[in-house]
């Protein structure tokens, strides 16, 4: 990958109004590697039947990130209205309740930066009303439907390019389905929001919320078994039906231990999965679809998070400049009701069976030296549930006023991957797995001006 982005951020303010503007545009260089994967999609037929005969349209794009004014009306209430983003929730590599926008992960799939990088912003109105009497505020959005359907949901690579889930890379999917944003149960045009509480007591911070919104990860409404309406799809159409979570989080610092403790909980109502495990399949003589093509399926889940923050003075060790941000967090979603016999996939494409737990553990921290200057950092995680993780070691580099230097390696290790497509022999090909043969290195350097 060789790609450089500009990003225009924007702030003003007339009268009583503030305004918010950013925009971004991003352009890459087609490496021998995209020509090759290119060719493979010609060669494999799906390059000329996907949404795209040009591999560089996923890659090389412009967009209006975030265009908003915020006002007051009088000392406690605040709007906000535009595009815009709402972060909710407490963790980092994984997402409980911060589920309002989707991630655009097109162009890059694991390597570390800041989510604000990768969520797709909405239009909203947004409101904050402080009520001081209960040591809190409630935050409080609508999303009025007039996002356009790219902006639905995380976006990921499935035109065969760089981050295709191993081992789709080269296999353009769109040539075979569509993304449906206009189904019965997930149009793009439904009005979706959400409201929290977030307050103290004590030395305790906490939050209560609600959020009605778009699933995620998109499921497979496939041609052998239709979900509430008929796929245009060859095979299926992608589809991110709406779904209710209520959440609850708390934090707070632990003397004793000198740690920062946090929790967070996210119900989830009718989360949709793919039903269909094993081989694809012959539906019109065996009866059975896999690879996640036999339908939909409703469940109930329950989404855990558990993280423990805490500054390691590694100055007399290592020679840090200040004690050390460490982390660690464990993340773990149960399906709540689940029967095996459900034969839910974990994701569509895959034959892979979806467990009753998936349970991941992180850490990471981050050392500071000369000044701040020189700072590395490692992260390292691993699927509890299914096997396999990731270990990140990076080091960033402050060079001045205006240059930032970033130099990260991703190495994943699996357990079992899938090495076909439609692979009838991978039950084990799960989150890691998705990984196999992906491992890199990055360098990015930044100006500021």
């Known amino acids: 990958m060789l790609r450089g982005s500009l990003l225009l951020d924007m702030d003003a303010r007339t009268g009583p109004l503030k305004w918010k503007a950013v925009a971004r545009a991003d352009r890459e260089y087609k490496t021998d590697y995209l020509k090759d994967l290119e060719q493979l999609r010609s060669t494999n037929g799906t390059g000329t039947g996907g949404q795209s005969s040009n591999i560089m349209d996923n890659y090389n794009k412009a967009d209006l990130r975030e265009l908003w004014t915020e006002f007051n009306l009088g ?21 409980a309740m911060d589920v309002v926008h989707g991630y655009d992960m097109s162009w890059r799939l ?9 969520r797709k912003p909405l239009w909203l109105l947004a409101t904050k009303v402080q009520i001081p009497e209960a040591s809190g505020q409630i935050h409080a959005f609508v999303r009025p439907g007039v996002d356009q359907c790219k902006d639905i949901g995380n976006t990921y690579d499935i035109r065969g390019g760089r981050w295709f889930f191993q081992p789709y890379r080269g296999y353009d999917l769109t040539a075979v389905t569509d993304n449906d944003c206009r189904h019965p149960d997930g149009d793009m045009r439904d009005v979706t929001g959400g409201i929290k509480w ?12 609600y959020i009605r919104t778009f699933a995620a990860d998109p499921v497979a409404n496939s041609v052998f078994k239709p979900y509430e309406k008929t796929p245009t799809g060859a095979f299926f159409d992608l589809i991110h039906p709406v779904i209710d979570v209520f959440g609850v989080s708390v934090s707070g610092y632990a003397p004793v231990i000198d740690t920062v403790l946090s929790a967070e909980m996210a119900f989830t109502k009718d989360q949709p999965y793919n039903i269909g495990t094993g081989g694809f399949g012959t539906p019109s003589f065996l009866g059975h679809v896999g690879a996640g093509l036999g339908g939909i399926m409703k469940k109930d889940t329950l989404t855990t998070m558990i993280r423990a923050d805490k500054n390691i003075d590694f100055q007399g060790l290592l020679g840090t400049n200040r004690p050390s941000f460490s982390s660690i967090q464990l993340f773990d979603t149960m399906i709540l009701n689940y029967q095996d016999s459900d034969d839910l996939a974990r994701l569509f494409a895959y034959g892979s069976k979806q467990k009753e737990h998936s349970t991941i553990l992180t850490a990471f921290t981050v050392l500071n030296f000369n000044s701040d200057t020189i700072n590395p950092s490692f992260a390292i995680g691993t699927d509890l549930t299914n096997g396999g993780g990731f270990f990140i070691p990076a080091v960033d580099f402050v060079l001045g006023d ?17 090495k076909k497509l439609f692979d009838t022999d991978a039950p084990g090909t799960q989150l890691m797995g998705y990984f196999a043969n992906n491992d890199q290195l990055v360098v990015r350097l930044t100006r500021q001006f």
């Open 75 to 95: 000392e406690r209430v605040s709007f906000r209205i535009g595009k815009q983003q709402i972060v909710w929730g407490e963790s980092d590599f994984f997402h």
């Open 110 to 118: 694991f390597f570390e930066g800041e989510n604000e990088e990768w």
């Open 198 to 209: 977030s307050g103290e007591a004590g030395p305790v911070n906490y939050s209560l919320a």
């Open 402 to 418: 205006k240059w930032r230097l970033k130099v990260e390696a991703d190495v994943f290790w699996t357990r079992k991957d899938s």
